[in-house]
């Protein structure tokens, strides 16, 4: 799994119409943040509805190696002994995130203002991706980084042992970039302050604040700007993980283009740095309806009641890229299920992904048929209409679970049944999805070699 493992050929095919309910796993963004924090707090972090996927458990496994009581207790329900801002131990090997960037990159800022070394890989796709992005703005507070060319993993950080606060904008819109300096930021004395012109997710801001940190948010006409006191005492906290907005869209994405598909998909994170899928996709025409909004484990949430719907392509604003970015895989697939052209710009981000994933789906869908174009910051998609898609291909998912779960999505809506070459990565973010979505009616299944 996570690219160290056997691959798994896995295929999807036209069927049934999805029905029944489907119940996501928990948000990996916060169940990383919600270990994280609770690593350095003071006192026990009780937290249920943790996503176990293969990202989270090596994060788990992480903060153990820096001196943190990590327990499962039972299915989601797992217990953090901290160890207190500052008082991170020396790992006595290398720390191995796997797939995970978010992992990898919170944990780079959480230990960058200790005086220890660690040092950091991962997986072939991790190993590929660009940390100079975090360790830019680690280096400002004292750490200093030495990794391969470009940047990458194997990477060892030595953590500066007399920390300066650090007023830094972020260079390119990135949540994991803006939570590395907020958790350096937690051991330097003074204030850090961090600048984002677009907003991105902003769980790290919310959680640290429920774990006692003085954090004050401004909106500016250049941007969001975020200012922590730093050397706070983080007080332990009970942490209850709510559904995965970005899991929940391949139920929902495939109940779109599935004909006669009804489902209900409960407990949907509304939080507005991270619901820009659901905006674009009722723009297209979507028969979605929000349920019984309320809040959920500090998040707005909502029941997600999802129809087969005609779509139609759209422009999606760039400006929302950042609230949907892990959402453009199975937009795409969407995109190509839908009438006219869907324009996606402002996109390069989706280059440094598990995958360079403009060019994972512009391949995949040309091989199922689909006519796009792209450029650096572009993936336009020239959908077919409903029942409208070829297939009939194998799709390659370089080591990228959201690649994976898009085209089995698209082969449960095209004519011919769709392959793809690797679904074990699916694994990291939603180890249930097969399950899932089996129980909703899809035919998919894996290979049998
Ligand atoms: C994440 C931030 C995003 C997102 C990733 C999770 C996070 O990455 O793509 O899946 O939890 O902070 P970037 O910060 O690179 O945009």
Request: proline letters at 7%; aromatic letters at 4%; hydrophobic letters at 40%.
């Amino acid at each position: 799994m996570s690219g160290h493992g056997e691959a798994i050929a896995m295929v999807a095919r036209s069927g049934a119409a999805l029905r029944g309910v489907a119940e996501v796993p928990g948000d990996k963004s916060i169940s990383h943040r919600a270990l994280i924090l609770g690593a350095l707090s003071v006192g026990e972090t009780r937290v249920s509805g943790l996503l176990e996927g293969q990202d989270v458990l090596d994060t788990a496994r992480a903060m153990r190696a820096f001196g943190a009581e990590v327990v499962r207790q039972g299915p989601g329900a797992w217990s953090v002994r901290g160890v207190g801002v500052g008082g991170f131990a020396e790992p006595a090997d290398v720390i191995d995130c796997g797939n995970s960037g978010t992992g990898v990159r919170l944990i780079m800022g959480c230990m960058a203002t200790s005086p220890i070394t660690a040092t950091f890989t991962g997986d072939a796709s991790l190993r590929k991706r660009p940390m100079g992005r975090v360790t830019a703005p680690l280096a400002l507070f004292g750490a200093e980084a030495h990794g391969r060319r470009g940047g990458r993993l194997p990477m060892t950080l030595v953590g500066a042992a007399d920390p300066v606060p650090v007023r830094y904008t972020t260079p390119v819109p990135s949540a994991q970039v803006k939570s590395a300096v907020l958790l350096a930021g937690l051991n330097a004395p003074g204030e850090t302050v961090v600048i984002e012109r677009e907003p991105t997710r902003d769980h790290t801001e919310r959680m640290l604040r429920g774990f006692g940190a003085q954090l004050e948010i401004e909106d500016l006409p250049e941007g969001r700007l975020i200012r922590l006191r730093g050397q706070p005492e983080l007080r332990a906290q009970s942490v209850a993980v709510p559904r995965d907005p970005s899991s929940a869209a391949f139920p929902v994405c495939a109940a779109l283009i599935v004909p006669k598909s009804d489902i209900l998909v409960p407990g949907v994170s509304q939080n507005p740095t991270r619901n820009g899928l659901f905006t674009t996709l009722v723009e297209m025409g979507a028969d979605i309806s929000f349920e019984t909004p309320r809040e959920e484990g500090g998040e707005p949430v909502a029941d997600l009641r999802v129809r087969f719907s005609n779509l139609r392509g759209i422009e999606v604003p760039p400006g929302r890229a950042a609230s949907m970015i892990d959402e453009y895989p199975v937009l795409a697939v969407v995109a190509a299920c839908a009438e006219g052209r869907t324009v996606m710009r402002g996109v390069r981000e989706l280059r440094v992904k598990e995958s360079d994933r403009i060019d994972a789906m512009a391949r995949g869908l040309e091989a199922c048929g689909v006519r796009v174009e792209e450029d650096e910051d572009t993936l336009i998609v020239h959908g077919l209409g409903a029942g409208g898609v070829p297939g009939g291909a194998t799709c390659a998912t370089h080591i990228d679970h959201r690649i994976a779960m898009s085209f089995l999505v698209l082969g449960l809506a095209s004519k011919l049944p769709i392959r793809v070459d690797d679904g074990s990565p699916i694994a990291t973010s939603f180890p249930a999805f097969e399950a899932l979505m089996a129980g909703l009616g899809a035919d998919i299944a894996r290979v049998q070699r």
